[in-house]
């Protein structure tokens, strides 16, 4: 049940990464092979039938060797640092287009680091939390808001 096209993935990720399209989809197709190399079979399954088929088949494709992920990418126009960056925003890319279902069996699988990109993404903008209290209101427990301030008449100014 693929909800989403190749196209649409990369577009998402190089929006992300700020990568090229050309890039973008030739380290796409490693970094989820890489991130699938964590999951049992049915987590596969899972996260293969809502990617695209150009990336399901990664999902499939076993190494014989463990690389770590950003290794997978790293090319004389790649730097550690850049793949590092790479990884994060395809992270990023991936909490976007795929289920709760599945994001919840990539994070429950991944090193922590890479769990803790898997953030599906917020409705709002602003993810901290609001203070009850603003400048305007004034201080917890004041009774004089700003909007009823007004100058001390026995100060002067000078």
Same mark, same amino acid.
């Given at each position: 049940?693929?909800?989403?096209?190749?196209?649409?993935?990369?577009?998402?990720?190089?929006?992300?990464?700020?990568?090229?399209?050309?890039?973008?989809?030739?380290?796409?197709?490693?970094?989820?092979?890489?991130?699938?190399?964590?999951?049992?079979?049915?987590?596969? /399954?899972?996260?293969? /039938?809502?990617?695209?088929?150009?990336?399901?088949?990664?999902?499939?494709?076993? /190494?014989?060797?463990?690389?770590?992920?950003?290794?997978?990418?790293?090319?004389?126009?790649?730097?550690?640092?850049?793949?590092?960056?790479?990884?994060?925003?395809?992270?990023?890319?991936?909490?976007?287009?795929?289920?709760?279902?599945?994001?919840?069996?990539?994070?429950?699988?991944?090193?922590?680091?890479?769990?803790?990109?898997?953030?599906?993404?917020?409705?709002?903008? /602003?993810?901290?939390?609001?203070?009850?209290?603003?400048?305007?209101?004034?201080?917890?427990?004041?009774?004089?808001?700003?909007?009823?301030?007004?100058?001390?008449?026995?100060?002067?100014?000078?």
């Amino acid at each position: 049940m693929v909800m989403v096209t190749i196209a649409a993935v990369v577009s998402r990720f190089v929006s992300h990464s700020g990568a090229t399209a050309e890039l973008a989809g030739s380290v796409a197709p490693e970094i989820v092979a890489g991130i699938a190399a964590y999951l049992t079979p049915a987590q596969r /399954d899972l996260v293969a /039938d809502e990617l695209p088929e150009e990336l399901a088949t990664e999902v499939w494709r076993v /190494d014989l060797l463990a690389t770590p992920i950003e290794e997978r990418i790293l090319g004389p126009s790649i730097s550690v640092g850049r793949a590092h960056e790479l990884v994060a925003s395809m992270c990023r890319t991936l909490a976007e287009v795929l289920s709760i279902e599945a994001i919840d069996a990539l994070r429950s699988s991944l090193p922590s680091e890479l769990g803790a990109w898997l953030e599906p993404p917020s409705n709002s903008l /602003d993810r901290s939390p609001r203070s009850a209290y603003t400048l305007a209101s004034g201080r917890p427990g004041s009774s004089h808001p700003i909007s009823e301030a007004h100058p001390d008449p026995t100060r002067t100014i000078r």
